[in-house]
Each structure stands twice: as structure tokens, then as C-alpha cells.
């Protein structure tokens, strides 16, 4: 190989990690939570279901009595693997108290090493597969994104980018304490 195409190689590969850099950055950095919901503002969710890995039907409405913590992530994504020990956390800190925590994975790739991730991390909570061209794969703009409900499945916080496990425990604690 000459030294043009060298230079010209080394250039791409720069240019490959620093775009791969700026994307992980911004997805890391940019955790937008809304505001809690008051009690009074809460949108009743309509039914949610979707298979998990083992083909079993999961329904938002089973849940109901119980406060769900619904975390949308992928294999693929940095933030997303940062936030996973925290939610496993959370799913066993807090199962005994009512709190339900399921991951929807919004590869796009069907055949992503999910059962890898699950293994990798521990992941002992349910984690649901979307059908493919499923409108919730174009629901969702950001990775993750997570949403926390309340006992009577209405959305209490939607939270976009990466949160720490301490801001999740803060507001999980607060929806527990709800009636």
C-alpha cells in the first residue's frame, strides 16, 4: 500500500472514531427526564404487550398494583449497557415492594447477541422482543429511554438518555409511597 492510501486510511479511521466518539458522547450526556407527572395529570396507558425472550405474552395491565420501571435499550448502545447494573439493582432491591422492571430491546438486527447481554449483566428481569415493524421501534427516538409507572399504569416520568441508578431509586421510592 502506497502512502497515499495510507494517509487516506488513517484519515477514515480518525474520522470513524471521532463521529463514534461525538454519537457516544451525546448519548451518554443527554439525559433529558421530564418532570414527575402530578397525580391529577397521569394518562391512563392503553394496553402494552409484547413477547419476551421465551415467547411468553407480557402485559403492562398484569402489572397493575405494582409500580413498572419500562426500559428501552439495545445491545449496541453505550449508555445503555452503562445503566443496565443499576436497573438489575433496582429490579431485586425493590421487587418485594411492588416495583416491576422489564427491557425492550430495540435492536434492529433480530439476531443481536441479546442472550449474551442478558448473561453478561445479569439481567434477571423480563426482557421483551417488539415484533418486527413494530411502531413502537419508531416511537422511541432516543436510547434509551425509560418510563416509570405508576401502580395504576399511568406514566409517572419518562426519561430519555442515560440516568443514574440513585436518580431511578429516588423516584421509584417516591411512586411506591403513592396510594
Not at 500500500?1 to 494517509?7: E, P
Not at 411492588?98 to 434492529?108: F, N, R, Y
Not at 416509570?148 to 426519561?159: E, N, P, Q, T, W
Not at 438518555?161 to 436518580?167: C, L, N, T
Request: glycine share 6%; aromatic share 8%; proline share 6%.
Amino acid at each position: 500500500m502506497d502512502s497515499a492510501n495510507l494517509k487516506n486510511l488513517a484519515l477514515k479511521a480518525a474520522l470513524v472514531l471521532v463521529v463514534g466518539a461525538a454519537v457516544t458522547y451525546v448519548f451518554a450526556t443527554r439525559n433529558q427526564a421530564s418532570e414527575p407527572v402530578a397525580l391529577g395529570e397521569r394518562k391512563q396507558v392503553t394496553q402494552f404487550a409484547l413477547p419476551d425472550l421465551a415467547g411468553h405474552e407480557w402485559k403492562l395491565t398484569d402489572y397493575r398494583g405494582q409500580v413498572v420501571l419500562l426500559n428501552f435499550w439495545a445491545t449496541w448502545c453505550a449508555p445503555c449497557r452503562e445503566e443496565t447494573p443499576g436497573l438489575v439493582n433496582l429490579a431485586g432491591r425493590y421487587r418485594s415492594q411492588g416495583l416491576q422492571v422489564a427491557g425492550v430491546m430495540m435492536d434492529d438486527d433480530k439476531d443481536a447477541p441479546v442472550r449474551e447481554f442478558v448473561k453478561e449483566y445479569n439481567v434477571g428481569y423480563p426482557v421483551l422482543v417488539p415484533p418486527p415493524n413494530s411502531s413502537l421501534l419508531s416511537a422511541i427516538s432516543l436510547l434509551p429511554t425509560t418510563l416509570l409507572f405508576d401502580r395504576h399504569g399511568r406514566v409517572a416520568r419518562r426519561y430519555e438518555g442515560a440516568v443514574s441508578e440513585s436518580q431511578f431509586r429516588k423516584d421509584i421510592e417516591a411512586v411506591l409511597l403513592e396510594p
